[in-house]
């Protein structure tokens, strides 16, 4: 089973508000990832938890805080976002950095 | 800057026939590669990793590495329209998390 579940499927915030993406796996991978995906563009890398602790931040804007809770979780917490951070936020997990990557569904985000 | 470049295409084939995407890199540090379909408005979906020189084949598809030329290639024989999609190459920045993607080739495979 090679399944990572990310929830909302949708989201549209307002400029003002406070929301939060959250990423499950249950395949004990040690290596969790945030991604955004703009339209017609490959995937950027945000942030890279390796055995919960965060171990890569590609230099993101402090309106997106990162969060391990434990090995099977992680969340994106969203605070005054800008309408360009509108995209596709994609979670991913490997058994350990530089393996393979497993992709979540992705949650759709809109902000207004 | 490390780099992935592949062609964006599109790259048109006729059913049944083999699809050849390229990529090249520029970091000979990185040790593992990737290959991911993306359909539009999906995730994008593991379907190759290749981690020594040459060859590895699953089903109808196959990745080749030669990292002297700093080249991964995926081939997909006998395609089927459902193959058509965006093909992203993925390399891994030295032995760390960080993938690098290439920008995308969009594949059609006609009927």
């Known amino acids: 089973d090679t399944e990572v579940t990310q929830t909302p499927k949708h989201l549209v915030m307002g400029m003002t508000n406070k929301k939060s993406l959250k990423c499950e796996q249950h395949?004990?991978?040690?290596?969790m990832y945030w991604y955004k995906q703009k339209a017609k563009k490959p995937p950027e890398l945000m942030f890279v938890?390796?055995?919960?602790?965060?171990?890569i931040n590609e230099s993101v804007p402090s309106r997106f805080s990162p969060e391990c809770p434990n090995s099977s979780l992680l969340n994106l917490h969203l605070h005054a976002l800008q309408p360009e951070d509108s995209a596709l936020y994609l979670c991913?997990?490997?058994?350990?950095?530089?393996?393979?990557?497993?992709f979540g569904p992705g949650t759709r985000l809109t902000v207004t | 800057q490390k780099e992935v470049e592949q062609n964006s295409g599109p790259l048109s084939v006729p059913e049944g026939a083999i699809a050849s995407l390229n990529c090249t890199y520029s970091?000979?540090?990185?040790?593992?590669f990737f290959w991911y379909r993306q359909y539009s408005g999906k995730s994008p979906e593991l379907i190759m990793s290749?981690?020594?020189?040459g060859d590895k084949e699953d089903g109808r598809f196959t990745a080749q590495l030669n990292k002297a030329s700093q080249y991964v290639s995926l081939l997909i024989r006998d395609s089927q329209p459902s193959d058509s999609a965006t093909y992203l190459c993925?390399?891994?920045?030295?032995?760390?998390?960080?993938?690098?993607f290439g920008q995308g080739t969009t594949l059609q495979v006609k009927p």
């Open positions: 991913a997990s490997s058994q350990d950095e530089g393996r393979e990557q497993y």
């Open positions: 993925a390399v891994n920045e030295g032995n760390t998390g960080k993938l690098i």
């Open positions: 938890y390796s055995y919960e602790k965060l171990s």
């Open positions: 395949m004990g991978h040690r290596a």
């Open positions: 290749i981690y020594s020189n």
């Open positions: 970091d000979r540090g990185s040790q593992s």
